[in-house]
């Protein structure tokens, strides 16, 4: 006879800002369907296409549930079970070995395939820091415009998500909420439905651009340009709110003789569009009072990312749209959470701390680091490597290279994995990690402002761990006694956020179990009456921080590294800039292995203007090779006027061992870093087009 059903409270753990309550039900010890929750009042009980089928993934066939090590070469994929004393041992031998020679010649790997804050960087960097391994810079998605924020408003704060739908006017900046935001697109749309304009600046017509009363496709990495263009209008018109920039901001002299330099002719010449079109959108966003900004991460994934960030945050600060809830910024909101990161991760652990900092090795730049012989600049030959929560194989850009660090066969590799994975493929010691469902994690947020916390719904599938789990598990088979490493998930939990905190007034740990979450407290605009977290204590357009490490202290506009304008020979050979925004149905390379999703993209596609395809005797429906120096990779063509003039945009991103060609868009893509931050430069790219 069948147990009734049970109900259980999870957080959706992606990379994603609308970070989700779920309502798990579990028959007979399996879950068999997740939803949101209707009584969380962001998740509103709507889930995302992608995150609804979790059950799916959780219970695939294809799930890693034994320890196993290798048997064939590097690559192939072929490995055998064994048991997790004999996982433990073998990794305990090879790292001690190494560790006691050249600890910086391990180096973790991890981002957010989990944006838990225990099974994310608790044990794990605890573990990294005892051993005085090198460090990871994690950077490959949004440390550009973290720095553009915190050099503007001293951390990553932003509005509220919920008062969008009091909007008059939104410019959804370099977003397609749509695929990858789906709360605050259900809050646009309610400010549409209430009379609201909605403004997409994008050089691609994505599916929330078709939905926006206005598209401007401005030609990939000039957003500053535009802003700074904007600014030069609202100056000139007298659009400002003076009584904000002398109260709370400043430099407005140093940031009015920047924007004189950026008259409309002059942005719109470098963006790809009409003068008047900015002159509009400034005069339109001037005058009204309730306007709002939604910024996301594809316009920083460029060399100039930082200074974007740092010239459109700038925006509602000279029109005091910070005054009215309803009006603002929002690029991060995970600055206004009282999280604990030095008890999570106990840096003081490292030897010789403060004063003697490991390596740092930027994640962006793996392939380098992986292929690197070591020197007296570089430090040791990289040795070992543990990779958790990602898949660098297939994210991390210029792939050739990776790939060709982790074929080595003196390279010692452990993955964590849920799956077989492209980096999977590649690991001496495959271990199989607990899902979202069966480990107990708390959560902040970066696009809304609640904490939260997750309780297993399950018992681990098959002998799946907890990451804290296995690292402690490595921990006790080296033979280290620091008792940081063996707390337990839930003191570990208990202790993730500063719990005195005014945010958090009257809250615990114990509260937060029992809640399932908690909203911070803060006012409905919180920065109406400045209270930015910047050393002045205001809105700064002119950074006395960036003048000290030698930088620009002003926002400009930066050309990227491949284009006309950075490199006008490289843009002779390859004249198409390329960008890979998330598929709707992909995030990052999670779900791609989920049938039902990867049937739903078909296969890799890649959008390109008529105008383009005539030129190159491409057919919608041919199939293309893309290439560069880097590398090349081959999709269907799908010619069409969503892709503007001289842009080719491929959504991913695909596993290549997916994909039918074993490649995917990172083939193409730079290990370059952006001005601020050390971020990955994804969408600063030229490659060329060709019909197969």
Not at 137 to 160: D, F, H, N, P
Not at 567 to 579: S, T
Not at 641 to 664: C, H, M, T, Y
């Amino acid at each position: 006879m069948n147990a009734p059903a049970e109900f259980a409270r999870a957080v959706c753990p992606h990379d994603c800002p609308d970070t989700c309550a779920m309502r798990v039900t579990v028959e007979n010890g399996k879950a068999v369907r997740v939803t949101g929750d209707p009584d969380h009042p962001p998740t509103q009980g709507v889930l995302c296409t992608k995150v609804s089928r979790y059950a799916e993934r959780v219970h695939h066939p294809q799930r890693l549930t034994t320890p196993m090590k290798r048997v064939g070469r590097k690559g192939e994929g072929r490995f055998e079970p064994i048991s997790w004393d004999e996982a433990f041992r073998l990794a305990g031998e090879r790292l001690s070995e190494i560790a006691e020679r050249a600890p910086e010649a391990i180096v973790p790997y991890s981002y957010a395939g989990t944006m838990g804050l225990v099974q994310g960087d608790s044990i794990a960097q605890r573990f990294f820091h005892k051993l005085g391994a090198s460090q990871l810079e994690r950077t490959i998605c949004a440390a550009a415009g973290a720095a553009g924020l915190k050099y503007t408003y001293g951390a990553s704060l932003g509005m509220l998500t919920e008062f969008y739908e009091e909007s008059e006017l939104i410019l959804i900046w370099g977003s397609n909420p749509i695929a990858s935001n789906l709360h605050f697109w259900t809050r646009a749309q309610e400010a549409k439905r209430r009379g609201a304009r909605l403004v997409a600046i994008d050089p691609y017509r994505s599916l929330t651009a078709e939905k926006c009363h206005q598209h401007i496709a401005l030609k990939p990495g000039t957003d500053a340009a535009l802003a700074l263009g904007m600014m030069n209008v609202l100056i000139r018109e007298n659009l400002l709110d003076r009584e904000y920039i002398d109260a709370h901001t400043l430099g407005f002299d140093e940031l009015a003789g920047r924007a004189a330099t950026y008259p409309p002719a002059r942005a719109a010449q470098i963006c790809g569009i009409e003068e008047q079109v900015i002159v509009d959108l400034a005069l339109l966003y001037g005058r009204t009072r309730k306007a709002a900004i939604r910024l996301n991460y594809g316009m920083q994934r460029v060399r100039g990312g930082g200074n974007a960030v740092r010239a459109v945050a700038s925006l509602p600060s000279l029109t005091g749209a910070w005054r009215d809830r309803a009006g603002g910024l929002l690029l991060s909101s995970s600055g206004w959470t009282p999280a604990n990161s030095h008890a999570l991760e106990r840096p003081d652990l490292i030897p010789g701390w403060p004063h003697k900092q490991p390596r740092l090795i930027n994640m962006n730049a793996i392939g380098d680091a992986l292929t690197h012989p070591g020197d007296a600049q570089f430090g040791p030959k990289v040795e070992a490597i543990v990779v958790y929560n990602s898949n660098p194989v297939a994210v991390a850009p210029d792939s050739e290279k990776v790939a060709a660090g982790f074929a080595r066969d003196d390279l010692f590799t452990i993955v964590l994995e849920h799956f077989q994975t492209d980096t999977a493929d590649y690991a001496d010691l495959l271990l199989p990690a607990t899902t979202q469902l069966e480990h107990l994690d708390v959560h902040k947020s970066y696009g809304h402002t609640h904490v939260m916390v997750n309780l297993p719904a399950i018992a681990p599938v098959g002998d799946a761990r907890p990451n804290t789990e296995i690292f402690r598990g490595i921990a006790r088979a080296m033979g280290l006694e620091e008792p940081a490493l063996y707390e337990s998930d839930e003191t570990v939990a208990a202790g993730a956020f500063r719990w005195d905190d005014a945010t958090l007034k009257g809250s615990d740990w114990e509260s937060l179990k029992t809640a399932g979450w908690i909203k911070l407290n803060l006012p409905d605009a919180p920065l109406a009456d400045g209270a930015f977290r910047t050393p002045s204590g205001k809105c700064e357009f002119f950074s006395a921080r960036l003048a000290q490490q030698g930088l620009d202290p002003l926002p400009d506009y930066l050309p990227p590294y491949e284009s006309a304008d950075g490199a006008p020979e490289l843009a002779a050979r390859y004249p198409l800039a390329m960008i890979s925004p998330p598929s709707r149905n992909f995030l990052n390379s999670t779900f791609v292995n989920v049938e039902s999703l990867r049937s739903t993209e078909g296969e890799p596609h890649l959008d390109i203007h008529p105008s383009d395809a005539l030129r190159r005797d491409v057919h919608d429906g041919d199939l293309v090779r893309i290439f560069n120096d880097r590398g090349s990779m081959q999709a269907r063509a799908r010619v069409t006027e969503r892709a503007r003039e001289g842009l080719v945009v491929g959504l991913s991103i695909w596993w290549k061992k997916l994909a039918p060609d074993g490649r995917n868009a990172n083939q193409v893509t730079s290990q370059a870093l952006t001005d601020l931050g050390g971020s990955a430069t994804f969408y600063d790219c030229l490659v060329e087009v060709e019909r197969v």
